[in-house]
């Protein structure tokens, strides 16, 4: 570790001294509490054993299961070690675990309970695993989590940098292949900052952790209060009520959330009377009504924002009252410039591609130095996203790219693509077109536009079962509407433009 570096595993031993007896993290299911003392205690033995079971710096250890003490302990460990987080999404399919896990080939993989019998049916495909481990407290098939602490092995701690990776997160099957996004521990450390002091923490806040860690938004929102000396009130799966009462009983302060999340937050406390007034900021993605109705209950800030996993989550902000409808402002090292199709900057009022540069973005998709060639052309990382700046430099977002289709149903990104490669293994369908559409529940909802084979005849429920029997459930469409014929391109392709104009109502 050089002079002038800094690591997570840094910031841990710095929490310990500075917030010493302080609670760093509260379990809600089981109860358990860990001071910031305690949390770097637990890690160093963590990291003992698995330094002990041959883990080193670089090698990837994979995660699969809900939030818990555990997980959070081996985002610590394998800071101390050098070693990259792999956390998998839990609402996936077998078939896209395997893919992800098999895209970075992980030594050793962590399994909770619940998602034991998915990975015992594709272990013989997981070629580089070498080693299973239970995640969490509650057992199961695989190696005991104590075991690795049981003996308290001396940790030898790893020569690591600023700029090492500590964490791949899979994005969206963007041409039909999930890409594994690369950060560093800078990349977390400056995204913490960022938000700690935007949201102007103390460490007397309390963070409602209810986002899973495999999630962007979910991991900065436990870094950046771990980060601050605040505790973490760990779900591991959200229910509205459990919140609500959580928000009363631990004093809750502010919570990340996606539609329709605090709309559901709300609605329970109106029907129980609890107390959340507490809840001074909620941020994230929102419907302008349950906005305006939370900010009422509680007298509390909702800030807007805009980012992606390769920006370290955010990297424009406001509150919502600054300028309704916009995603705020730059942050303060991040300059963002957008871009027309040949790399020119645009002028103000006109849309362009969000490209941005600074510490914020990633180290780049994982074994794929193409992508990542055309990603960061020019040098500038290109998003894929438009947007427009108006007079006061406040970013309106405005849509996507083609090449970058994206739907975004309750904080989730899905690639049209991928749905469609499904939807066209149906001996009914044609032909199809996947678009995104006004949801009054996910925001965006997902609509699969199809044309059925001659002769043929489908109920749409039949349709979004076979999807949802494939792929994770939240990528299946929740609309299904059949057509004769579709507009055409010259190409004789599907026109997607005018297939969201005529259908995406």
């Known amino acids: 570790m050089g002079l ?68 959070f302990l081996l985002y610590g460990a394998a800071a101390a070690l050098g070693a990259i987080l792999l956390p998998i999404n839990w609402r996936l399919s077998a078939e896209e675990v395997c893919s992800n896990l098999n895209d970075c080939q992980p030594t050793v993989v962590f399994v909770g309970k619940e998602y034991q019998d998915l990975i015992q049916g594709i272990k013989e495909k997981l070629a580089s695993v070498e080693i299973y481990y239970n995640l969490g407290s509650e057992g199961g098939e695989f190696l005991a989590f104590d075991s690795l602490t049981d003996t308290r092995p001396e940790l030898v701690l790893e020569d690591i940098s600023t700029d090492d990776g500590f964490v791949i997160m899979h994005t969206a099957a963007m041409a039909g292949r999930p890409r594994g996004a690369l950060l560093s521990h800078g990349n977390v450390l400056c995204a913490n900052i960022h938000f700690d002091a935007i949201f102007d923490l103390t460490s007397q806040d309390v963070h409602l952790s209810l986002l899973p860690l495999f999630h962007v938004s979910g991991l900065f929102m436990a870094t950046m209060s771990f980060h601050a000396g605040v505790l973490n009130v760990n ?13 009363e009983d631990k004093h809750v302060t502010m919570l990340f959330t996606f539609s329709p999340i605090l709309g559901s937050i709300i609605e329970s406390q109106e029907k129980t009377g609890k107390k ?30 805009y980012g992606q996993t390769e920006t370290s989550c955010i990297i424009t902000f406001c509150a919502y009252n600054d300028r309704p409808g ?88 899905v690639y049209p693509v991928e749905v469609e490669k499904v ?17 009054p529940k996910w925001k965006e909802g997902i609509k699969a536009v199809c044309q059925l084979k001659e002769g043929e005849s489908l109920d749409p429920q039949e349709l979004i079962d076979f999807v949802g029997s494939r792929i994770a459930r939240f990528k299946k469409p929740q609309y299904v509407e059949f057509i004769s014929e579709f507009p055409l391109l010259e190409s004789g392709l599907p026109d997607r433009n005018k297939v969201k104009e005529l259908y995406g109502k």
């Open 4 to 71: 002038y570096d800094f690591t997570f595993y840094d910031l841990i031993e710095r929490n310990a001294i500075c917030f010493k007896e302080k609670d760093a993290w509260f379990d809600a299911d089981d109860h358990r509490t860990l001071t910031f003392s305690q949390y770097k205690d637990r890690v160093d033995q963590l990291a003992g054993g698995l330094q002990g079971a041959g883990i080193k710096k670089g090698d990837r250890i994979g995660i699969l299961g809900k939030n818990c003490l555990e997980y």
């Open 235 to 247: 779900m591991s799966k959200f229910d509205a009520a459990k919140a609500v009462q959580l928000i």
């Open 276 to 305: 959340i007034r507490t809840l001074r900021l909620a941020a994230g993605l929102e419907t302008p009504e349950t906005i305006e109705k939370y900010q009422e209950l509680t007298g509390g800030t909702f800030y807007c924002m």
């Open 423 to 439: 939807i066209l293994e149906h001996p009914s369908i044609e032909k199809t077109v996947v678009i995104g559409v006004p949801d």
């Open 326 to 413: 916009s995603a705020g402002q730059m942050l303060p090292l991040t300059v963002v410039r957008l871009m027309d199709d040949n790399d020119q900057p645009v002028s103000v009022g006109k849309v362009g591609e969000i490209t941005l540069k600074g510490p914020m973005v990633f180290k780049g998709y994982w074994n794929l130095p193409e992508d990542n060639a055309y990603t960061f052309r020019g040098g500038w990382h290109h998003t894929g996203d438009l947007g427009r700046f108006d007079e006061d430099g406040f970013l309106w977002y405005a849509g996507r790219k083609p090449e970058k289709d994206l739907i975004k149903p309750g904080g989730e990104n």
